[in-house]
């Protein structure tokens, strides 16, 4: 029976109601839904429309809606949006409580029902290539940051012919800045964010480094404008501390592109001990920890968007918030997707994602079209007036008409990696994996397995039927796909996974003795 939710302007068939309705029907990664158009599919907020319906809470699935083009916004966004981009680490797919996780993140529950939800968002399965993927709008293999991560020690970065999203936006008048982790690169200042495009620069070049001492094997990796910083605080409060000075200093008549990224929640397992304490019922330490840094880096997503708002800029601004990568084996939850960061099964690359744009973006509204952190690129140029004509061709696909007009996603197939040692690809609602189950960080060599699994997500969204026996002319083509894009790869930089002997750890990352 149609039901009209006025508040939300929203005309939709409210299914579910009936007992034994599944609950994650919502979540199905549908073939394209042929009498309804486009794969959208809607979701208000189930309290809300609870409270408006005057209904007890019980099990509900809104979806189907007879009209999507209601949901979304016809007119065209205004040109430069100040641009916020807020990036997790390792956050795993069920540790944010808008996916039903058990960990207190309020402040990011409450953004992801204000805007669309990207319900699958993949990214690159550890922390560099995703970054890479962002900055360049180009697919890791392109210029060999498909394996493993940037160590300390890498003899390598994100190669200077690359062309940065904050150099094309600051091109484009916006002022740029990155706020936490770089993790591309530190080998000379050329390599250096402030280098790479962006007018500000505060917090670290690597992973893993220390919440309290901010040090890095032995080396201060604390920065201001890449000159080395020394001071006090636990890195998820001063990364917001600094997002909120930018923020309230911002000059107005230039856009602002603010590129936030938390080391949190990834190692070491380090909290203020007041969080902690909020999580004295869990009993194994790490998730213990994991579960406050998770709950620091909410507050901390709060403040930023709490100054965007007195500021008054709120509503001229796109939030964009993801993670890296799937949440760790070890402390993260994925559940129910299968596998864990470094992994390409989805609890890898699969990640909780939402955009933000009050009056642009409807509240509410989730969007189930396979995208790409990869596709940011092109779709952040255009709509801050960038120029997109570059020298290196981009992977990424415009995707504001998915995201905000509820269109089919634009890719035809979307890569998810491809190594010496493994790949997977997405096409349609198909996805090829080979040597899934291989951590990305041990992806440098060729190795004796070969482990191909197909599955159909549509039908199996958590990869528990591999179908390559069934369908074998599927397996082929996927499998020539994703050869195609292993013979145009770029030969993989490899360091290290462990430091070498005879590195030399100087006293500041960044800066060579
Ligand atoms: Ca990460």
Same mark, same amino acid.
């Given at each position: 029976?149609?039901?009209?939710?006025?508040?939300?302007?929203?005309?939709?068939?409210?299914?579910?109601?009936?007992?034994?309705?599944?609950?994650?029907?919502?979540?199905?990664?549908?073939?394209?839904?042929?009498?309804?158009?486009?794969?959208?599919?809607?979701?208000?907020?189930?309290?809300?429309?609870?409270?408006?319906?005057?209904?007890?809470?019980?099990?509900?699935?809104?979806?189907?809606?007879?009209?999507?083009?209601?949901?979304?916004?016809?007119?065209?966004?205004?040109?430069?949006?100040?641009?916020?981009?807020?990036?997790?680490?390792?956050?795993?797919?069920?540790?944010?409580? !808008?996916? +039903?996780?058990?960990?207190?993140?309020?402040? *990011?529950?409450?953004?992801?029902?204000?805007?669309? %939800?990207? =319900? @699958?968002?993949?990214?690159?399965?550890?922390?560099?290539?995703?970054?890479?993927?962002?900055?360049?709008?180009?697919?890791?293999?392109?210029?060999?940051?498909?394996?493993?991560?940037?160590?300390?020690?890498?003899?390598?970065?994100?190669?200077?012919?690359?062309?940065?999203?904050?150099?094309?936006?600051?091109?484009?008048?916006?002022?740029?800045?990155?706020?936490?982790?770089?993790?591309?690169?530190?080998?000379?200042?050329?390599?250096?964010?402030?280098?790479?495009?962006?007018?500000?620069?505060?917090?670290? !070049?690597? +992973?893993?480094?220390?919440?309290?001492?901010? *040090?890095?094997?032995?080396?201060?990796?604390?920065? %201001?404008? =890449? @000159?080395?910083?020394?001071?006090?605080?636990?890195?998820?409060?001063?990364?917001?501390?600094?997002?909120?000075?930018?923020?309230?200093?911002?000059?107005?008549?230039?856009?602002?592109?603010?590129?936030?990224?938390?080391?949190?929640?990834?190692?070491?397992?380090?909290?203020?001990?007041?969080?902690?304490?909020?999580?004295?019922?869990?009993?194994?330490?790490?998730?213990?920890?994991?579960?406050?840094?998770?709950?620091?880096?909410?507050?901390?997503?709060?403040?930023?968007?709490?100054?965007?708002?007195?500021?008054?800029?709120?509503?001229?601004?796109?939030?964009?918030?993801?993670?890296?990568?799937?949440?760790?084996?070890?402390?993260?939850?994925?559940?129910?997707?299968?596998?864990?960061?470094?992994?390409?099964?989805?609890?890898?690359?699969?990640?909780?994602?939402?955009?933000?744009?009050?009056?642009?973006?409807?509240?509410?509204?989730?969007?189930?079209?396979?995208?790409?952190?990869?596709?940011?690129?092109?779709?952040?140029?255009?709509?801050?007036?960038?120029?997109?004509?570059?020298?290196?061709?981009?992977?990424?696909?415009?995707?504001?008409?998915?995201?905000?007009?509820?269109?089919?996603?634009?890719?035809?197939?979307?890569?998810?990696?491809?190594?010496?040692?493994?790949?997977?690809?997405?096409?349609?609602?198909?996805?090829?994996?080979?040597?899934?189950?291989?951590?990305?960080?041990?992806?440098?060599?060729?190795?004796?397995?070969?482990?191909?699994?197909?599955?159909?997500?549509?039908?199996?969204?958590?990869?528990?039927?591999?179908?390559?026996?069934?369908?074998?002319?599927?397996?082929?083509?996927?499998?020539?796909?994703?050869?195609?894009?292993?013979?145009?790869?770029?030969?993989?930089?490899?360091?290290?996974?462990?430091?070498?002997?005879?590195?030399?750890?100087?006293?500041?990352?960044?800066?060579?003795?």
């Amino acid at each position: 029976m149609p039901v009209r939710y006025s508040q939300l302007n929203l005309l939709c068939r409210v299914v579910g109601k009936e007992k034994g309705f599944p609950k994650r029907e919502r979540m199905r990664l549908g073939a394209p839904n042929k009498r309804k158009g486009p794969f959208m599919k809607s979701e208000i907020n189930r309290r809300e429309f609870i409270k408006a319906m005057g209904m007890a809470a019980a099990p509900l699935v809104i979806s189907g809606c007879t009209s999507t083009g209601e949901l979304f916004a016809k007119k065209p966004p205004p040109n430069k949006p100040n641009i916020v981009f807020i990036l997790a680490d390792d956050l795993g797919w069920k540790d944010v409580g !808008y996916h +039903g996780g058990d960990i207190k993140t309020p402040n *990011i529950d409450k953004l992801a029902s204000e805007g669309t %939800r990207l =319900d @699958q968002f993949y990214v690159q399965p550890v922390c560099s290539p995703t970054r890479s993927s962002l900055m360049t709008g180009r697919y890791p293999i392109r210029y060999g940051l498909q394996v493993g991560v940037v160590r300390p020690w890498a003899k390598y970065g994100l190669p200077l012919e690359e062309r940065t999203l904050a150099q094309a936006l600051k091109e484009a008048g916006y002022t740029t800045a990155i706020y936490g982790k770089w993790h591309l690169g530190h080998l000379s200042s050329q390599y250096l964010p402030t280098s790479r495009g962006f007018d500000h620069q505060y917090g670290h !070049y690597n +992973g893993a480094l220390d919440y309290f001492t901010h *040090i890095r094997d032995g080396g201060l990796d604390w920065h %201001r404008d =890449d @000159q080395p910083l020394r001071e006090q605080g636990y890195t998820t409060n001063l990364i917001a501390d600094e997002s909120v000075r930018l923020v309230e200093q911002h000059d107005v008549s230039r856009p602002l592109f603010l590129y936030v990224a938390f080391n949190a929640p990834h190692s070491p397992f380090q909290a203020p001990q007041s969080y902690i304490d909020v999580y004295k019922h869990i009993k194994a330490k790490n998730r213990r920890i994991y579960a406050a840094m998770v709950t620091c880096m909410d507050d901390a997503v709060g403040r930023v968007v709490s100054a965007l708002d007195k500021r008054g800029l709120k509503n001229n601004t796109l939030i964009i918030f993801c993670s890296d990568n799937g949440g760790t084996g070890v402390v993260g939850s994925n559940v129910p997707l299968r596998g864990y960061k470094a992994q390409l099964y989805e609890g890898g690359v699969r990640v909780p994602a939402f955009a933000v744009w009050p009056g642009v973006l409807k509240a509410g509204v989730v969007v189930d079209e396979p995208l790409h952190i990869v596709d940011m690129y092109p779709t952040l140029l255009k709509l801050a007036g960038a120029r997109l004509e570059q020298a290196l061709p981009i992977d990424g696909r415009d995707t504001w008409p998915t995201i905000a007009q509820g269109m089919p996603s634009p890719h035809e197939e979307i890569l998810l990696n491809s190594t010496p040692a493994n790949g997977a690809i997405r096409r349609g609602d198909w996805k090829l994996l080979y040597n899934g189950g291989i951590s990305a960080n041990s992806t440098g060599r060729q190795v004796s397995e070969q482990v191909f699994e197909l599955f159909n997500l549509s039908e199996d969204p958590y990869e528990r039927n591999n179908l390559i026996e069934r369908y074998p002319l599927k397996f082929q083509e996927l499998k020539r796909r994703l050869e195609l894009y292993a013979m145009q790869a770029a030969v993989p930089s490899v360091p290290p996974n462990k430091m070498p002997k005879d590195f030399k750890v100087p006293k500041v990352w960044g800066h060579p003795d």
